[in-house]
Nanobody
């Protein structure tokens, strides 16, 4: 079993920054990959960013490329999402998730474990 706990959400003004953390426990993650997704009342869960634990393969949604940075700390079993130049349209509940699938995984149906989510609100 895998447990994921997100933190770091909050309220920020447009143009500001936040860093989300996702602490993972319960399994060894060297062969896994982590993703960040977000969901709003108007949209289904949307892919944001992806990173593989072992090789560091990274991929971003076009909507966040150049503004968001995903990284990992293997020693702490933690994945981060640094969000800069935030926009009101980034407002959402952000979730981290684990996948055992190979390749770059952007479909939420391919993720096996999910955190509880953390709210990010960007005011204009």
């Amino acid at each position: 079993q895998v447990q994921l706990v997100e933190s770091g959400g909050g309220l920020v003004q447009a143009g500001g920054s936040l860093r989300l953390s996702c602490a993972a426990s319960g399994r060894t993650f060297s062969s896994y990959a982590m993703g960040w997704f977000r969901r709003t009342p108007e949209k289904e869960r949307e892919f944001v960013a992806y990173i593989r634990w072992s090789g560091g393969s990274i991929y971003y949604a076009d909507s966040v490329k150049g503004r968001f940075t995903i990284s990992r700390d293997n020693a702490k079993n933690t994945v981060y999402l640094q969000m800069n130049s935030l926009k009101p349209e980034d407002t959402a509940v952000y979730y981290c998730a684990v996948t055992t699938a190979w390749g770059v995984v952007v479909d939420d149906g391919d993720y096996d474990y999910w955190g509880q989510g953390t709210q990010v609100t960007v005011s204009s």
